[in-house]
C-alpha cells in the first residue's frame, strides 16, 4: 500500500512568520508532487506542484523535494490569515497513470 | 478560460438509491478522474476516463462507475447507495501528455448526503 504521510496539526502560525509543512512518501517510484490548498468546505486548489530534487519557489510558496529521504515539504512566508486552510500533499508515480495518492492534510491556522 | 465544472451541487439521497454526478473538464483537458473526500480525509481516487475508458481505478466496488462522453465530459453512478457513501466527491481534469496528466485541476465538488 502506497502511502503518504503529514501531520494533521493544527500547525499554528502567527502572522507575518515562515509556515513549514512537511510531507513523506513511500512509493520510491513516485515522480510528481503536488500542494493543494483546501479551504474549509471548497475543493482542492493546486498552488504548486515539483519534479525535480532541490527547491522550487513561487511567490510566497516554496516547494522543497528530496527523493533520496522520500520527502517533500512546502514553506509558506510572511504568512496571511487567508493562508488558514488545510494544505495536502499529492504523489503521482509512472505506474499508477495520473492517480494521485494524497495524504490527509496539515491543518494551517494563521493568528493575527 | 472555463475550469472544471460539476453538478449537482449537493445531493441527498437515500440508502439503496443510486446516484449520477456530472464532470464538464478544464478548457483544454482531455482526462478526467473522480475522487472521493470523506470528511477530516485526503481524496481517495475512485478512477480516471481517457479516451472514454476507464483507464485505472482505486479500491472502489462495482457499485461505483463511470462514463467518458465524446466531448470530455463524465459522470459518476453510484448504485446501491450505503450510509458510508457520504462525502465530497470530487472531478479532476488534466492533459494527457507525458507529466502533464498528473497536474489535475480540481472542480468545486458535489456534497453527497445518504441518509
Known amino acids: 500500500q502506497k502511502e503518504v504521510e503529514q501531520n494533521s496539526g493544527p500547525l499554528s502560525v502567527p502572522e507575518g512568520a515562515i509556515a513549514s509543512l512537511n510531507c513523506t512518501y513511500s512509493?520510491?517510484?513516485?515522480?510528481?508532487f503536488f500542494w493543494y490548498r483546501q479551504y474549509s468546505g471548497k475543493s482542492p486548489e493546486l498552488i504548486m506542484f515539483?519534479?525535480?530534487?532541490g527547491d522550487k519557489e513561487d511567490g510566497r510558496f516554496t516547494a522543497q523535494l528530496n527523493k533520496a529521504s522520500q520527502y517533500v515539504s512546502l514553506l509558506i512566508r510572511d504568512s496571511q490569515p487567508s493562508d488558514s486552510a488545510t494544505y495536502l500533499c499529492a504523489v503521482g508515480s509512472p505506474d499508477s497513470w495520473g492517480k494521485l495518492q494524497f495524504g490527509a492534510g496539515t491543518q494551517v491556522v494563521v493568528t493575527p | 478560460d472555463a475550469g472544471v465544472t460539476q453538478s449537482p451541487t449537493h445531493l441527498i439521497k437515500t440508502r439503496g438509491q443510486q446516484v449520477t454526478l456530472r464532470c464538464s473538464p478544464k478548457?483544454?483537458?482531455?482526462?478526467v478522474s473522480w475522487y472521493q473526500q470523506a470528511l477530516g480525509q485526503g481524496p481517495q481516487f475512485i478512477f480516471q476516463?481517457?479516451?472514454?475508458?476507464?483507464?485505472q481505478r482505486g479500491n472502489f466496488p462495482d457499485r461505483f462507475s463511470g462514463h467518458q462522453f465524446p466531448n470530455y465530459s463524465s459522470e459518476l453512478n453510484v448504485n446501491a447507495l450505503l450510509l458510508g457513501d457520504s462525502a465530497l466527491y470530487l472531478c479532476a481534469s488534466s492533459l494527457n501528455s507525458d507529466l502533464d496528466f498528473y497536474e489535475q485541476y480540481f472542480g468545486p465538488g458535489t456534497r453527497l448526503t445518504v441518509t
Open positions: 512509493d520510491r517510484g513516485s515522480q510528481s
Open positions: 515539483i519534479y525535480s530534487n
Open positions: 478548457s483544454g483537458h482531455d482526462t
Open positions: 476516463y481517457y479516451e472514454e475508458e476507464e483507464r
